[in-house]
């Protein structure tokens, strides 16, 4: 079992800069893929980065390529994703989710938390 609790959301502007974390804890973490997904009101939840175990291959979403940074620190059993640039657009609950994958797929994620308020106003 795997316990993920993420912080760090807020409102901000447009433009804005957040570092979202997601702090893992019930087993060994770094034996896990993790993923940051999101999900805007209304919407489903999509997929917006990913990393793979050793934190050496990474993965975006094309609305996350450039602006958003996802990384992990297997010390601290916690993964992060810095999101600058931020748009109205990226107004969304964010989740954080470990799982035997990397994929952009949601169900390869066995574990999932709770989720954190990012709102950006325009």
């Known amino acids: 079992q795997v316990q993920l609790v993420e912080s760090g959301g807020g409102l901000v502007q447009a433009g804005d800069s957040l570092r979202l974390s997601c702090a893992a804890s019930g087993h060994t973490f770094s034996s896990y893929g993790m993923g940051w997904f999101r999900q805007a009101p209304g919407k489903e939840r999509e997929f917006v980065a990913s990393i793979s175990v050793p934190g050496g291959r990474t993965y975006y979403a094309d609305s996350a390529k450039g602006r958003f940074t996802i990384s992990r620190d297997n010390a601290k059993s916690t993964v992060y994703l810095q999101m600058n640039s931020l748009r109205p657009e990226d107004t969304a609950i964010y989740y954080c989710?470990?799982?035997?994958?990397?994929?952009?797929?949601?169900?390869?994620?066995?574990?999932w938390g709770q989720g954190t308020q990012v709102t950006v106003s325009s």
């Open positions: 989710s470990a799982g035997f994958t990397v994929s952009a797929y949601q169900g390869g994620y066995k574990y």
